[in-house]
Nanobody, 119 residues
């Protein structure tokens, strides 16, 4: 059983930064795809970024167009933690951010952390 716990959300002004963390526990597979998704009020959940460890030194990352150049996803396999560094935040980034762990056939979600970008 895999469990995910997110932290790091909050209120930030436009142009500010936040770093989200997601700690995974349980029976983990190092090759699992881990990522961040978000859901704004009245909208569907959407991809933010994913990261896959091919080896200890090689990782494949993928970003939504809306966050490219502003957000950075990283992963520390020794700590079973994935991070999302968010810079140059915009009001449209406001959403609940969810951590995701995915293999075949496992698909696990965290409880979500609220990010609000407002002046």
């Amino acid at each position: 059983q895999v469990q995910l716990v997110e932290s790091g959300g909050g209120l930030v002004q436009p142009g500010g930064s936040l770093r989200l963390s997601c700690v995974a526990s349980g029976s983990l597979f190092r090759g699992a795809v881990m990522g961040w998704y978000r859901q704004a009020p009245g909208k569907e959940r959407e991809l933010v970024a994913t990261i896959t460890s091919v080896s200890d030194s090689v990782k494949i990352v993928n970003y939504a167009d809306a966050v490219k150049g502003r957000f950075t996803i990283s992963r520390d396999n020794a700590k079973n933690t994935v991070y999302l560094q968010m810079n140059s935040l915009k009001p449209e980034d406001t959403a609940v951010y969810y951590c995701n762990y995915r293999t075949t056939p496992t698909n696990v979600w965290g409880q979500g952390t609220q990010v609000t970008v407002s002046s």
